[in-house]
């Protein structure tokens, strides 16, 4: 059997590392950027290079950011006293996107699943309790998906949360069952979010 | 799709009728495709063994409760050539008959590749050609099915029982069947937290979300079996008796894990901790066993987090069947340990034939009776007895190598089919 040269071979495999592409799709993005005569594949791997290069976690939000605050921690307009607590960074470009929440977030970077691995030890909770405790936050809103993950990591925020006496939210019912915060319309989110009850 | 039947036809159904009228089988076991009109009258499967007269009644029953009789690997239901030709997937779908209604159910079995080589087995269950969960299945298709390895259910493993109730229930109780699902999975959850706390350490409070979610669950599941084995154990009795000619009752007991409404006394015998009960007051409706169950758990916690597994709840629970004789006044034996196979075979067809009754008294309408070879097990007089349920039911489909077994009486008023390398024919009466 005739193999492709090591480059082609190894940007294959690189790229099936991703989730949701499988060999056949890596091998048809490997030889595409091969044909391509736009440099695609040089502006590609400048932009992986500064992908990791710049940014970072915000110290405060954990969103990821080139700058440290991140703008939205940074903002002196908005709400300081309300944290939004969310599972992945996607899920605070949804809320803006809907613009209407006036708030800070606070990314968790994962949910409780012990069966896959994730425990709360690998989650930005400490660093969430740290944060609110001698602060003046009044409101914590639990935004983690209304899916059985998100539950368990919601249910686990209120036990570390509860003793520090700040009001605890849950957003509202208005999102489908087993969905994704990162997947709702804006007026979903709107009616999520001021729906949210205290827990 | 809903078929509304004309109230000609309903006058036709208005007998409580539950049947399966039109069974579909693609890549199911040793069926590359089946399609069989059923016939009104009992249904007699014959031919060598090995050709697909089982995996008939295991298809039916895979319907109704959603799992298959006789393997916990459901990916063994896939027709290996069929998944060797590039095709990794089972269907089975029927067209079922109530009283009001006729609906199509369906389940499908794919094997879905994953990111590490392996496989997964993905199930997918519709109702109306509309994708619903196991649950939904509660209430569609109601099944008694009777083999000769149910015998094994009395003195076997008790994972055994615990998953003959369970399917019992998903059966009638969709509420059981939700239960279920969320207790099996927190399980998964909480078992996998504990062996990392034992391993790596951690905080142990990102138990208790799993924790609520077992106490909730675990309560309705309790009530769920405890009712259950009540019902089945009264009408297992007297049908006992009359198989054996008054000679011996049957008792089954429910022997929960945990049992939070039970006398500490009670709870001392059954080896639950040598510790008094110091929970909330008991007796006191679902909430309080709830908070007595989650308590139990909690003061378990670094126990189980050394043994790395949950040891107390419904998946630990047991089921025993126990008989005497009047003759012998309070002597009484389990049959699980001290039955005899004969015992054993008698209390098993009590057991079935009682699951029938509750399924009818429970649905309004008798269930499909499925027999597998089972004539052969029993006696002249049981024999007799078994047949006589035929025909109490609206529809009856068994299965024999050898049909002379029934009476000619019975074959006369049988449709016999004869089953062979994966295809079914009519045969030629006689
Ligand atoms: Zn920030």
Redesign the interface.
């Not at chain 2, 927190?186 to 979300?209: F, I, K, M, T, V």
């Given at each position: 059997m005739q193999t492709a040269p090591a480059s082609v071979t190894r940007l294959i495999e690189e790229l099936a590392e991703l989730p949701g592409i499988g060999r056949k799709t890596a091998a048809r993005l490997t030889y595409f950027l091969l044909r391509d005569k736009s440099d695609l594949a040089g502006r590609l791997a400048e932009a992986l290079r500064n992908l990791k290069e710049r940014t970072r976690f915000c110290s405060v939000c954990y969103n990821v950011t080139e700058e440290d605050p991140c703008p939205i921690c940074a903002d002196p307009g908005r709400d300081h006293t309300i944290i939004c607590v969310v599972e992945e960074p996607l899920d605070v470009l949804a809320l803006e996107q809907a613009g209407v929440y006036k708030g800070v977030y606070h990314v968790l970077h994962g949910v409780?699943?012990?069966?896959e691995?994730m425990?709360?030890?690998d989650l930005r909770i400490g660093e969430l309790v740290a944060r609110v405790r001698g602060s003046d936050v009044e409101e914590v809103i639990l935004a983690t998906n209304p899916t059985?993950e998100g539950?368990?990591?919601a249910?686990?925020l209120l036990?570390?949360l509860r003793p520090l006496g700040v009001r605890i939210t849950r957003l509202g019912r208005g999102l489908p069952v087993g969905g994704d915060l990162e997947y709702a319309d804006a007026v979903t989110l709107t009616r999520a979010l001021e729906g949210r009850e205290a827990i | 799709m809903l078929i509304p039947l004309s109230p000609l036809a309903l006058s036709v159904y208005n007998r409580a009728a539950m049947r399966v009228r039109y069974l579909s089988l693609t890549n199911f076991r040793n069926y590359a495709r089946l399609e069989l009109a059923l016939p009104e009258r009992p249904l007699l499967l014959h031919g060598a063994n090995a050709q697909g007269k089982t995996s008939l009644l295991e298809a039916i029953y895979l319907l109704a409760t959603g799992s298959s009789p006789l393997t916990s690997l459901d990916r063994q239901l896939i027709n290996w050539e069929a998944e060797a030709g590039g095709l990794p997937y089972a269907r089975v779908w029927a067209e079922v008959v109530r009283r009001d209604r006729v609906q199509e159910v369906e389940v499908i079995l794919e094997k879905k590749p994953l990111a590490n080589g392996t496989t997964r087995l993905q199930k997918t269950i519709r109702i109306d050609r509309v994708r619903k969960r196991r649950a939904d299945l509660a209430g569609r298709l109601n099944v008694v099915l009777f083999m000769p390895q149910d015998v094994d259910l009395i003195a076997g493993p008790p994972a055994g029982r615990r998953r003959y109730l369970d399917d019992t229930l998903c059966q009638v109780d969709r509420a059981y069947c939700t239960a279920l699902e969320h207790y099996t999975e927190a399980l998964r959850q909480r078992n996998a937290a504990l062996r990392h706390l034992r391993d790596e350490g951690g905080d142990p409070a990102q138990l208790a979300p799993f924790e609520e979610v077992l106490a909730r669950e675990g309560v309705v599941i309790a009530n769920g079996r405890r009712e259950l084995v009540a019902a089945l154990s009264q009408r297992a009795d007297r049908i006992h008796q009359q198989l054996t000619g008054g000679a011996e009752w049957l008792r089954l007991e429910y022997r929960p894990n945990f049992d939070p409404a039970a006398p500490p006394a009670l709870k001392y015998q059954m080896g639950l901790g040598l510790q008094p009960y110091e929970g909330p007051p008991l007796g006191v409706g679902a909430e309080g066993l709830v908070a007595a169950f989650r308590q139990a758990l909690l003061t378990r916690r670094a126990d189980e987090i050394a043994r790395g597994m949950t040891l107390i709840g419904p998946h630990r629970d047991e089921l025993r069947f126990v008989a005497g004789s009047p003759a012998q006044g309070t002597h009484e034996v389990d049959l699980g340990t001290y039955g005899s196979r004969g015992q054993q075979r008698t209390a098993v067809l009590a057991l079935k034939l009682a699951e029938l009754a509750f399924l009818q008294a429970r649905t309004g309408e008798a269930p499909v009776l499925l027999l597998d070879e089972v004539l052969a097990e029993l006696d002249a007089a049981r024999r007799r007895y078994l047949l006589s349920q035929v025909d109490r039911v609206e529809q009856a489909v068994l299965t024999a190598t050898d049909p002379e077994m029934f009476s000619a009486e019975f074959r006369e008023r049988a449709v016999l089919m004869e089953v062979r390398g994966g295809i079914v024919t009519e045969a030629a009466a006689g």
């Amino acid at each position: 059997m005739q193999t492709a040269p090591a480059s082609v071979t190894r940007l294959i495999e690189e790229l099936a590392e991703l989730p949701g592409i499988g060999r056949k799709t890596a091998a048809r993005l490997t030889y595409f950027l091969l044909r391509d005569k736009s440099d695609l594949a040089g502006r590609l791997a400048e932009a992986l290079r500064n992908l990791k290069e710049r940014t970072r976690f915000c110290s405060v939000c954990y969103n990821v950011t080139e700058e440290d605050p991140c703008p939205i921690c940074a903002d002196p307009g908005r709400d300081h006293t309300i944290i939004c607590v969310v599972e992945e960074p996607l899920d605070v470009l949804a809320l803006e996107q809907a613009g209407v929440y006036k708030g800070v977030y606070h990314v968790l970077h994962g949910v409780l699943a012990p069966s896959e691995g994730m425990f709360v030890e690998d989650l930005r909770i400490g660093e969430l309790v740290a944060r609110v405790r001698g602060s003046d936050v009044e409101e914590v809103i639990l935004a983690t998906n209304p899916t059985s993950e998100g539950d368990w990591t919601a249910s686990y925020l209120l036990t570390r949360l509860r003793p520090l006496g700040v009001r605890i939210t849950r957003l509202g019912r208005g999102l489908p069952v087993g969905g994704d915060l990162e997947y709702a319309d804006a007026v979903t989110l709107t009616r999520a979010l001021e729906g949210r009850e205290a827990i | 799709m809903l078929i509304p039947l004309s109230p000609l036809a309903l006058s036709v159904y208005n007998r409580a009728a539950m049947r399966v009228r039109y069974l579909s089988l693609t890549n199911f076991r040793n069926y590359a495709r089946l399609e069989l009109a059923l016939p009104e009258r009992p249904l007699l499967l014959h031919g060598a063994n090995a050709q697909g007269k089982t995996s008939l009644l295991e298809a039916i029953y895979l319907l109704a409760t959603g799992s298959s009789p006789l393997t916990s690997l459901d990916r063994q239901l896939i027709n290996w050539e069929a998944e060797a030709g590039g095709l990794p997937y089972a269907r089975v779908w029927a067209e079922v008959v109530r009283r009001d209604r006729v609906q199509e159910v369906e389940v499908i079995l794919e094997k879905k590749p994953l990111a590490n080589g392996t496989t997964r087995l993905q199930k997918t269950i519709r109702i109306d050609r509309v994708r619903k969960r196991r649950a939904d299945l509660a209430g569609r298709l109601n099944v008694v099915l009777f083999m000769p390895q149910d015998v094994d259910l009395i003195a076997g493993p008790p994972a055994g029982r615990r998953r003959y109730l369970d399917d019992t229930l998903c059966q009638v109780d969709r509420a059981y069947c939700t239960a279920l699902e969320h207790y099996t999975e927190a399980l998964r959850q909480r078992n996998a937290a504990l062996r990392h706390l034992r391993d790596e350490g951690g905080d142990p409070a990102q138990l208790a979300p799993f924790e609520e979610v077992l106490a909730r669950e675990g309560v309705v599941i309790a009530n769920g079996r405890r009712e259950l084995v009540a019902a089945l154990s009264q009408r297992a009795d007297r049908i006992h008796q009359q198989l054996t000619g008054g000679a011996e009752w049957l008792r089954l007991e429910y022997r929960p894990n945990f049992d939070p409404a039970a006398p500490p006394a009670l709870k001392y015998q059954m080896g639950l901790g040598l510790q008094p009960y110091e929970g909330p007051p008991l007796g006191v409706g679902a909430e309080g066993l709830v908070a007595a169950f989650r308590q139990a758990l909690l003061t378990r916690r670094a126990d189980e987090i050394a043994r790395g597994m949950t040891l107390i709840g419904p998946h630990r629970d047991e089921l025993r069947f126990v008989a005497g004789s009047p003759a012998q006044g309070t002597h009484e034996v389990d049959l699980g340990t001290y039955g005899s196979r004969g015992q054993q075979r008698t209390a098993v067809l009590a057991l079935k034939l009682a699951e029938l009754a509750f399924l009818q008294a429970r649905t309004g309408e008798a269930p499909v009776l499925l027999l597998d070879e089972v004539l052969a097990e029993l006696d002249a007089a049981r024999r007799r007895y078994l047949l006589s349920q035929v025909d109490r039911v609206e529809q009856a489909v068994l299965t024999a190598t050898d049909p002379e077994m029934f009476s000619a009486e019975f074959r006369e008023r049988a449709v016999l089919m004869e089953v062979r390398g994966g295809i079914v024919t009519e045969a030629a009466a006689g």
